[in-house]
């Protein structure tokens, strides 16, 4: 009887248990099974593919290796209701080995120059601040890739880019150094949290590959409009919540890291950021706070890329369904990407967007007729890109032309900011007269990837954002002839009586023998009896002796005697006339 009135108790505190138990903050211990952390749909209309990093954590949160594609089950539906089985094109478990690009943003509002209790203090070493630089130094100093990079960005009322997106860690921690307290008075002291992520959700929207933002705050989101009653100087009125940049986050397909480094901390960057596939931190002591850098980093650096072929529903929005069976149970997550009209999307065609092919065709030949694909420089020579519009042309006269966005390169790329110091190089070969591209970490050649590609005349290369357009002299055409030249002498003419037959001349044979070996004798018209025969009367020809060809012949030996003027009386050699051409 005692134990029935406990069962009500007992079901009371189960509850409460399991209501604790999921009502706990996300502190980076305890973690879900997997997420997606980014979805790539940069395939999406030109090879139906879509690319998905996936991370996979164990109960102690740390990333589980050693898994194959064979381990995961993937789905896509237009409406989130009936699910389609897509097959798995490819599978990396180093997905990594492209590059990660990492935006960072801090904090630099005036809290942060307080004690980590929320107390003023005039000793730099206790501020919140100084803590979070020193976290970030060693986090930056960890970095020893340099296909990863790096963006850096503080923020208060303000959003104050503080490096541009690099991989050189000694530049990145020098620019840690350049953030200030803002001054008091400044207008500049509030929190302007979800503004600073949209920010970096634009900044990164032309950056490929992996990219993740990782914010450090340790307060709520305290917008300016809301502090000072009065229209932020940058966007008026307008506010930047938080269900909107969930809705940019989405997207854009990226992840959102944050850490909370206090005690009011925004509620809204837990569900924030587990949308997105990333995690939150929550801390208090500086020793921690350096750790949970490394330890984005080293989950990032752990994840799985398995890229699969997309459905053909029409829909604008997809969602993607992944599951993992491993040793605890069955894990699955949830994400959705927008498609847009691209693949089959119904919708009525206005009469003007007929002619649209029509105009972007002329708007092709313009750009072709713009590129000048038929080269006019007298030697191998490389066009530089800058906006819609060859900005330079530059001769190639070295072995190696170093391209990249130091001082020292032999072409510096003043404008991409995605370039590094040596980023190609362009090599001729004399042995078969070639040029090729050769590069460190993957370029696009035609916007296709490669470390080493020939170059053929016209290829565009993707040099860190600037496009290089390699182009070689225009080859002569040799010249058209119908027939060969021939010589400017004038024919021999021959002086033939009227009745004289055409059928009377004997059809000469068609040899062709050029120069004869032997040296035709000066010989006069008298010097020769010719033999008793009807000959026409006209005047003989002359010859130079390279008008005929030699005849087969023994030449008879002749003494001086016998090529006395005419009233000589001599036998002639018995040979065959030799046979000559018209002239």
């Known amino acids: 009887m005692r134990f029935n009135k406990l069962i009500p108790l007992i079901i009371v505190l189960c509850l409460l248990a399991v209501s604790a138990t999921f009502g706990q903050e996300n502190d980076g211990n305890t973690v879900p099974g997997i997420a997606v952390s980014q979805i790539d749909t940069s395939q999406l209309l030109t090879r139906q593919t879509v690319h998905l990093f996936i991370s996979v954590l164990d109960a102690a949160g740390i990333p589980v290796n050693q898994l194959g594609s064979k381990d995961f089950q993937i789905s896509e539906s237009a409406d989130e209701s009936t699910w389609i089985s897509v097959p798995v094109t490819n599978f990396s478990a180093h997905a990594s080995d492209e590059g990660i690009t990492y935006f960072l943003l801090i904090d630099n509002s005036g809290s942060m120059y307080e004690t980590i209790d929320g107390q003023s203090t005039d000793r730099k070493q206790d501020m919140r601040m100084t803590q979070a630089q020193e976290a970030l130094k060693i986090f930056l100093r960890s970095m020893n890739d340099t296909r990863d990079k790096v963006q850096l960005a503080a923020f208060n009322s303000f959003f104050n880019i503080l490096s541009e997106n690099q991989s050189n860690p000694q530049e990145l921690v020098r620019a840690v150094d350049r953030i ?15 503004y600073a992520v949209n920010s970096a959700i634009r900044l990164l929207a032309d950056v490929p ?30 506010e930047y919540t938080a ?102 999307m119904p919708a009525p065609v206005h009469p003007v967007l007929l002619l649209l092919p029509f105009l972007l065709a002329i708007a092709g030949l313009i750009v072709l007729s713009r590129l000048g694909f038929t080269n006019k420089q007298k030697s191998a020579n490389l066009e530089v890109l800058e906006g819609s519009r060859f900005s330079k042309t530059i001769a190639i006269s070295q072995n190696k032309t170093v391209i990249g966005s130091a001082d020292s390169d032999d072409i510096t790329l003043v404008d991409a900011q995605s370039a590094r110091p040596s980023h190609a190089t362009i090599i001729y070969d004399p042995d078969d007269n070639s040029y090729s591209v050769e590069s460190e970490d993957p370029v696009k050649v035609n916007n296709q990837k490669t470390t080493k590609r020939k170059l053929d005349p016209g290829d565009v290369i993707n040099v860190g954002g600037s496009m290089v357009v390699f182009d070689t002299p225009e080859q002569e055409a040799p010249p058209s002839y119908d027939a060969p030249e021939l010589s400017d002498e004038p024919p021999v003419s021959l002086d033939v009586p009227e009745s004289f037959e055409q059928d009377e001349i004997p059809e000469p044979e ?30 003989e020809p002359s010859f130079d002796g390279s008008d005929f060809d030699e005849p087969d012949f023994d030449e008879p030996d002749l003494e001086e005697a016998d090529t006395k003027p005419a009233g000589g009386d001599f036998d002639l050699p018995d040979f065959d006339d030799p046979d000559f051409d018209d002239k």
């Open 243 to 344: 269900d909107f940049t969930a809705a940019e986050l989405e997207k854009a397909g990226i992840s959102l890291f944050s850490i909370r480094f206090g005690q009011d901390i925004e509620e809204n960057l837990t569900w924030l950021s587990d949308q997105s596939g990333g995690r939150v931190f929550d801390t208090l002591k500086q020793d921690e706070l350096a750790n949970i850098y490394l330890d984005i980093r080293n989950q990032i650096l752990r994840e799985y890329k398995i890229s699969y072929r997309a459905t053909m529903t029409p829909s604008e929005k997809r969602t993607v369904r992944i599951s993992y069976k491993g040793d605890a149970g069955t894990f699955s997550t949830e994400r959705s990407y927008f498609a847009g009209t691209l693949i089959g």
């Open 209 to 238: 590959g992996r990219k993740t933002i990782v914010v450090l705050s340790d307060g709520e989101n305290y917008p300016y409009l809301q502090g000072s009653g009065k229209p932020h100087p940058e966007f008026g009125e307008r």
């Open 510 to 539: 068609n040899l062709d023998f050029e120069d004869p070996d032997f040296e035709t004798p000066d010989l006069e018209e008298s010097d020769i009896d010719t033999p008793d025969m009807d000959m026409p009367d006209f005047d």
């Open 180 to 194: 200030t307290q803002p001054e008091k008075g400044s207008g500049e002291g509030w929190t302007e949290l979800y």
